[in-house]
């Protein structure tokens, strides 16, 4: 039997993974900009001894979802800056996206985030294009999919190379001969792409880390290419086992074509629990959550992951249109397509009816289980063990009292089978991945790639 630890991530959301989590909270209009809640939740995750917090994000714009729940308001590095002054060991996880803005800034923001937190960051790379994202970036169209990742490759070898541009070798500060930082000890280089080019050396000395960690969210073929190369890790989002299994199998032998140890890139899909005492109590739990959504929007919200129209869903305790969905599948957008599919296969799986399927978390899009805390350790054990996952990026229903349970009932029933820390032995998030710190890149291979 594998006695290996299971890494654990917590995705924070403003008020919580559940859709309805808001109305159940004191002050929901505050929800997305209450600093003193954002620093409860970490200290929570940190009392339940995770691995990082998660913050996610979207590429750019005020998204539709802010017209429905608290939404993504801060922006993630300067929240995180503020939570690693209020945390000790817990990673920290930053999202941005590799399409917009500048690679220079994200390397610099991320780097003085890893000084800031004592080696706790880590950039998640996302590749989505969204209308408020381009529309706020002032751009007229998108790029198509092999473009975006061409874009996405040359954003994150220039972050890389700007990471590994300034060896702490390099600053001498010495008395005698007054120089500070040695230029002739700098690692600069010049990266001239399609997209984007930069030259020279970051401002931020090699970081605490070596590279701060990177993860990556994506499901398709491309991004999994790309995140078996680039990545320290992979957020994904399967809920059966599995297509897990085959996207672990597939992702770890990519890695392994790059040349890399394929137990350095770790998989890491979403995973929404909903616990109570018994299995009775965490149903009745999930289901007074549940009558709180209003049905209408989430209907319309299945609709459009499916490519169909709102009436095609009008009798929720109707067998999916299956035809429809089908012939429709053209019709879904290529960034939603990982999605339909996952939700799909889950309501093959189980048989789910309308119902069952609009509330199975269509819109966070990741598995939920629905148990005790006891249930719910080993099934991410079984998971694990089935290799389908290396560990789990969770998302709590309320938060923070989601997370108490996580904390006080979970954590517990995977510590007694010896599958996860009883307290942090490591500083770093490098170091609680068992991630090894990468060797500095020489400039011969940046220009090489
Ligand atoms: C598990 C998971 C989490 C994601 N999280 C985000 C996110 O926080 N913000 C965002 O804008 N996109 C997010 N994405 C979207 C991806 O970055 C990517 O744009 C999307 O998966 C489409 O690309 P693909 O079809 O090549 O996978 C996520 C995707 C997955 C699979």
Known sequence: ??????????????????????KTLPDPASLSTDIDRFIAISQSAERALLDAIFLADGPGGLVEESYLRPWRALDPTVLNTALSQHTEYIGLVTTTSSLFGHPYTVARQIASLDYVSQGRAAWNIITSQTSPALQAYGLEKGWDQSERYQRAEEFVQIIQNLWDSFPLEAIEADLDSSVFVNPK????????????SSRGALSVPRTPQ?????????????????????ADALFTGQRILENAQGFYQDTKALAASYGRQPDHLLVMPGLFPILGSTDEEAQRHKRKLDDLLDSRSLRAELARHLALDVDDLADLDAPLPH???????????????????????????????????????????HRIYTGTPEGFAQNMIDWVDAKAADGFNLN??????????IADYVVPALQKQGRFRREYQTRTLREHLGLPIPQLHSVEQALAV
């Open 1 to 22: 039997m594998s006695n290996q630890h299971l890494r654990l991530g917590v995705n924070v959301l403003a008020s919580g993974r559940h859709d309805a989590a808001w």
């Open 185 to 196: 000890k700098l690692n600069p280089f010049d990266l001239q792409g399609q997209h984007f």
């Open 210 to 230: 070596g590279r701060p960690v990177i993860f990556q969210a994506g499901q398709s073929a491309d991004s999994k290419a790309f995140g078996a190369r680039y």
């Open 323 to 365: 035809d429809k969905i089908r012939a429709n599948e053209a019709l879904v957008p290529i960034a939603s397509r990982w999605h339909r599919k996952e939700m799909l296969s889950e309501a093959h799986a189980h048989n789910w009816n309308t119902r069952e399927l609009l509330f199975s978390n269509i819109i966070g899009g």
């Open 396 to 405: 709590i229903d309320v938060q923070p009292a989601g997370l108490d349970v």
